[in-house]
């Protein structure tokens, strides 16, 4: 997969897909229990879609 083909998300993209703060979403990058941002053009974050909708499904997978 071309690293171009990445639709890249802000983070209040990211908190309306997932129903999280902007905040619990840093805090759980910090810990390493959410995707990784992709820093870009100095200071901005953004996250890749695709790992946000594969963090999405595996929520749901864990839950039995």
């Not at 309306?16 to 974050?45: D, H, W």
């Amino acid at each position: 997969m071309n690293i171009y083909s990445h639709k890249f998300i802000k983070v209040r993209q990211v908190a309306e897909m997932t129903s999280l703060s902007v905040p619990s979403i840093y805090r759980l990058q910090k810990e390493g229990k959410f995707p990784k941002s992709v820093k870009i053009a100095g200071n901005s974050s953004r996250w890749i879609h695709r790992e946000i909708e594969e963090y999405l499904n595996d929520c749901l997978a864990s839950r039995t």
